[in-house]
């Protein structure tokens, strides 16, 4: 079996850390040497680690921006 491996290519944003360090971050990442996607998950402070998240095209995220910039979010 292959190892598990990923990149960070490019970081967007960060939102605030919770109480151990780690923080929701909007990375492009490449999985298992594939070309990178938009990335949404939780990241240990090192980003060696992560936890369950997202990956989105270039398309799906440009329509989750139009999805949210139509919400009153209050």
Do not use: C, Q
Request: a negative charge; charged letters at 30%; hydrophobic letters at 40%.
């Amino acid at each position: 079996m292959a190892d598990f491996t990923f990149e960070i290519t490019e970081t967007f944003g960060k939102l605030p850390e919770n109480s151990n360090g780690w923080a929701k971050a909007l990375n492009k990442v490449s999985w298992m040497g594939r070309e990178p996607k938009y990335d949404l998950r939780e990241w240990s402070p090192d980003s060696s680690k992560m936890n369950k998240g997202i990956s989105f095209t270039a398309e799906e995220l440009m329509a989750l921006r139009d999805i949210l910039n139509k919400m009153d979010i209050k």
